[in-house]
């Protein structure tokens, strides 16, 4: 027990010492109950006495790379918050360490200040039953809604978690209403039942997508307002921390692979995760670019989505296998790649993949097809390439938020909209989609 009385938070500390610990955990170490660890992968296989909360992993000694045992780690501890501390630029791949599963990469001694507020929070995220907390948002709540989840909301005074929902009850109109009034941003459900919440968002997409008894007009409008909520701030605002952009891009990659598997192309899509080396820095451009075009082509009800995500994680494989200075054959190889692999896609998704880096004024290549000869596919994953293209993560650059991104390829497109590489028409469509509306 610490002193106030609280059991001690479990850390699990890899390849650090007490250099790390006083410097780093000040104030914070009474706290935590910490298990060292070296780098070790049998070491690390072994199961803990309890489920750490936080597990810093620091530079490995030979400069190596960490990402076997990031991945490793992830895998046995799924909602641990896993944080890399490294000392030097060196042998840091932040895209690659995020990409393997680190929540977030710190530079020491520049990052103490951001690496004590993201333990804080972490500590503040848990519960005295030990639960985890994510907020999430809520899409399409209507009267007779029945979660399998619970939900809680923070009552930020008494800095605690308190239940707002049990798991099987219905939210009755009274209190949907007082959700949507209050713009609930803010409800939360435990790290241990988000697989629930992804399948509730993924069904409740597809229940609108599929409603027969709706008007085209009811339909757009809905699904347009169920996307808005899911991807949250993340479009709407430049304010949004970067932790949050990260969780926000995550939960829709979730609720995207969830949508996916449940459709008959479910099997194909499980396949292509098996088949994509999804350690890799490619494999998050990959994810990022599928979720963002399934959402925009959901939202917007044009194109294919299945296809659309399927093309997504698919798109860049031949990248691997072209020359640096010479990319114009990368659509190509990828089919190839892909026939070689024995994944059988329909004409639509290799139709997007080979498209992908076609314009809409006919500059692009491998064809220079040019405006409708270009399907709307492949002009959706094309724009959701270049956004994600202009908001990686650069270690020495400042960040592009994901809003900053899309009102500059508005201006891009709007200044010469008979040179731009996209349809005027679709891009102003995206930008209002995340546009405040009563
Ligand atoms: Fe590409
Ligand atoms: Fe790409």
Redesign the pocket.
């Known amino acids: 027990m610490a002193d106030g009385g609280e059991p001690l938070i479990p850390v699990l500390s890899v390849g650090l010492d007490e250099s790390f610990y006083s410097k780093a955990l000040t104030g914070f170490r009474k706290r935590l109950r910490i298990v060292e660890c070296v780098y070790d992968l049998e070491l690390l296989r072994k199961p803990l006495e309890e489920p750490p909360l936080m597990i810093f992993c620091g530079q490995r000694p030979a400069s190596e790379s960490v990402i076997e045992f990031a991945t490793l780690l992830r895998e046995n501890h799924p909602s641990a918050f896993l944080f890399f501390v490294g000392q030097s630029k060196l042998g840091c791949d932040r895209a690659g360490l995020l990409a393997a599963g680190f929540n977030d990469v710190y530079l020491l001694p520049l990052d103490f200040k951001t690496l004590s507020h993201a333990i804080a929070q972490a500590i503040a995220s848990q519960n005295h039953e030990g639960l985890v907390f994510r907020p999430v948002k809520l899409i399409d709540i209507g009267p007779d809604t029945q979660l399998d989840f619970d939900t809680y909301v923070f009552l930020p005074l008494n800095k605690k978690h308190i239940k707002f929902s049990a798991a099987g009850d219905v939210l009755e109109q009274e209190r949907a209403d007082r959700l949507r009034q209050h713009d609930v941003g803010s409800l939360y459900v435990s790290a241990g039942q988000l697989e629930r919440f992804y399948e509730y968002t993924a069904s409740r997409l597809q229940a609108i997508q599929g409603d027969a008894t709706l008007s085209l007009t009811e339909r757009t409008e809905r699904l347009e307002r169920a996307v808005r909520g899911l991807v949250g701030e993340l479009f709407t605002s430049d304010e949004t921390s970067e932790d949050d952009a990260k969780r926000i891009v995550s939960d829709c990659q979730n609720v995207v692979r969830t949508y996916i598997t449940n459709t008959q192309s479910g099997n194909l899509y499980e396949k292509i995760l098996t088949v994509n080396d999804t350690n890799s820095d490619t494999y998050s451009h990959a994810a990022n670019v599928s979720t963002y075009a399934a959402l925009f082509a959901l939202a917007l009800g044009v194109g294919n989505v299945d296809d659309i995500a399927l093309a997504g994680l698919l798109?860049?494989i031949g990248?691997a296998h072209v020359a640096h200075e010479d990319l114009i054959p990368?659509?190509a190889t990828a089919l190839e790649i892909i026939r070689k692999r024995k994944l059988v896609l329909s004409d639509l998704v290799e139709a997007i993949i080979f498209q992908?880096?076609e314009r809409f004024d006919g500059q692009g290549y491998p064809g220079k097809l040019r405006g409708i000869e270009i399907c709307i596919e492949a002009q959706l994953l094309a724009l959701a390439?270049r956004i994600d293209e202009m908001t990686a993560p650069e270690l020495d650059q400042a960040r592009v938020t994901p809003r900053e991104a899309v009102a500059r390829l508005l201006k891009e497109t709007g200044d010469d909209p008979a040179h731009a590489a996209f349809d005027i028409a679709m891009v102003e469509k995206v930008w209002a989609l995340f546009q405040e509306k009563n």
């Open positions: 798109h860049d990248m990368h659509p992908h880096h390439d």
